[in-house]
Structures are given as C-alpha cells and as structure tokens.
T-cell receptor, first 112, second 111 residues
Framework: GENVEQHPSTLSVQEGDSAVIKCTYS??????FPWYKQELGKRPQLIID?????GEKKDQRIAVTLNKTAKHFSLHITETQPEDSAVYFC???????????FGAGTRLFVKA | NAGVTQTPKFQVLKTGQSMTLQCAQD?????MYWYRQDPGMGLRLIYY???????DKGEVPNGYNVSRLNKREFSLRLESAAPSQTSVYFC??????????FGSGTRLTVV
C-alpha cells in the first residue's frame, strides 16, 4: 500500500544551525505535500505545503523542496531557534482525494 | 473563529464502557476526519466524511463508529472500549486541496 517514509526520527541541532528532514513517498499519483509541526501536548499545525507543479517553496526560515522523479521531498529550517523544537510530520495526498498518508514524524531538538 | 472544537479533552474509561467524542468545525469545510495518534506510530486515519451524509473507513476503523450529524459536526463513538484504544484522538477538517485544521485532541485512557 501507499506509505511515506520520514528520516531522521530524531534530530538534534545547535541554535542557529540548519535542520533538514527528508521524506519519500510511494504513490506516484500524490501531488500535494504538506508539513505539520506538533509541539508537545498540542495539535499538529500546517506550516508549509508544496504541490507537484512546484520544485521549491519558501516561507521565511522554512522551505520545502520536491523531487517528483525521485519521489522525495524535504523540509529545510534555517537559523533554528529553541521554539522550533517540536515533532514535524510530512504527508502526501492527491488533490481532490480524501486520504492523506503521514510520515512517522521527526522529533527536532534545538539546543540553546 | 474557533476552528475545530473537540470535547472532551481528557477521558478515562473502563474496559467495555462506551463513549462519544464530539467534534465541530466552523470553517464551512466539507470533509472531516478522525485520527488517532500513538507514540511512534504517527497519525492513523480512523474514519472520514467527504461531505455531509457520507462516511468511509480509514486505516484503523475496527472498534469505532462515526456519525456526520450535519456539515459542522462529526462524532466518533467507541461502543465497547478496549485498552488498545488508549490513544490521543484528533478531529480534523479541510477544504479541497489544502491541509488539515486539527482540533486540540482528546486524550483517552482505557483501563
């Protein structure tokens, strides 16, 4: 069945460094790729998304890249801050579809 | 706007008891979802409702039932709770071709 693999499961960086989280999806029909941030004890929140007709999207310190041929997409966080510490989930779905496949999550620690 | 509102926030049940988790959204979204989140397992879809009047099974539907009461409300029922249903439950809604808005979650413990 369809799945999304997410790596690494845990990532620890020093404040100010960059963090990269990578995902691979299996369903070639997927064309919408959102990223969610979940702080401890809170709900997941959409932070950025990308569609298959775009290779890269940026929003301040976060960016997402997509390689549709390789079925890879990645989240890049620059100049990390302690408040970036959270679990990040990637996901894949089809426009117009109702099922989203989530990665298992990456726990990011930003050390001050 | 409140977004997606879930009740209750916490619940402890005894094995075999039943309960209903309530969810309401005020964003006029057509589709609504119930997910469960277990440590190390990410988010798994229990049931979803593509539009008012329709419901469909997700990845882990066994032991659950749902009702799409109207466009705003989508409830999840556990008829006979089991310890394996101890989890955090999230309701979510979305508009076409966009990401989810999640509720604040229900932390359920079945003893």
């Amino acid at each position: 069945g369809e799945n999304v693999e997410q790596h690494p499961s845990t990532l620890s960086v020093q404040e100010g460094d960059s963090a990269v989280i990578k995902c691979t999806y299996s369903d070639s029909a997927s064309n919408y790729f959102p990223w969610y941030k979940q702080e401890l004890g809170k709900r997941p929140q959409l932070i950025i998304d990308i569609r298959s007709n775009v290779g890269e999207k940026k929003d301040q310190r976060i960016a997402v890249t997509l390689n549709k041929t390789a079925k890879h997409f990645s989240l890049h966080i620059t100049e990390t801050q302690p408040e970036d510490s959270a679990v990040y989930f990637c996901a894949a779905s089809q426009d117009g579809g109702f099922k989203t496949i989530f990665g298992a999550g990456t726990r990011l620690f930003v050390k001050a | 706007n409140a977004g997606v509102t879930q009740t209750p926030k916490f619940q402890v049940l005894k094995t075999g008891q039943s309960m209903t988790l309530q969810c309401a959204q005020d964003m006029n979204h057509n589709s609504m979802y119930w997910y469960r989140q277990d440590p190390g397992m990410g988010l798994r879809l229990i049931y979803y409702s593509a539009s008012e009047g329709t419901t469909d099974k997700g990845e882990v539907p066994n032991g659950y039932n749902v009702s799409r009461l109207n466009k705003r409300e989508f409830s999840l029922r556990l008829e006979s709770a089991a310890p394996s249903q101890t989890s955090v439950y999230f309701c979510a809604s979305r508009t076409v071709n966009y990401g989810y808005t999640f509720g604040s979650g229900t932390r359920l413990t079945v003893v």
